[in-house]
């Protein structure tokens, strides 16, 4: 397992991973971030490209660790584009359980590749902004970067 710590406008952001693929995104730093492998200097580049508006998809292969579900909610998360935002019920009916809104809701808490798996995108069903692990002002800032003004589904 590797670990990089970067600095983002955000604040420090802590990656982790194999030589295979992203396995976690955390807000804050590593208490000691060990070495670093070419996937992550990978991911750290584009992360940096993200937050300079040059960047609306991220490629570096990711492998989050969840149950089924998890995995299928973090999936319809990876489809919602770039400057839109999509709501707990659309992605409860996207992965085909419209009635799993507080599933889809525990989900998405339990994300462990913030910003790579957009989860920052998904808000309240009348739009507003709500719960965020990096906490909303993160969140805010994040969705001001990528202009968000759409709604995905």
């Known amino acids: 397992m590797y670990q990089l710590l970067l600095q983002s406008p955000v604040g420090p952001l802590t990656l982790s991973g194999t030589e295979a693929a992203v396995t976690g995104l955390s807000f804050g730093g590593a208490p000691e971030a060990g070495p670093a492998c070419p996937l992550l200097e990978a991911a750290a580049g584009e992360l940096a490209e993200y937050f300079q508006g040059r960047r609306q998809v991220f490629t570096v292969p990711l492998a989050p660790a969840g149950t089924p579900f998890q995995q299928r909610v973090w ?79």
């Open 75 to 153: 999936a319809a998360l990876c489809e919602i584009p770039f400057g839109a935002t999509a709501s707990y019920g659309d992605i409860a009916a996207r992965i085909g359980n419209p009635r799993a809104c507080r599933a889809v809701g525990m989900a998405n808490h339990r994300n462990p590749i913030a910003i790579l798996i957009p989860c920052h995108r998904v808000v309240g069903r009348s739009g507003g902004l709500v719960g965020y692990a990096g906490g909303l002002e993160v969140k805010r800032a994040l969705l001001e970067l990528e202009g968000t003004g759409r709604s995905a589904f």
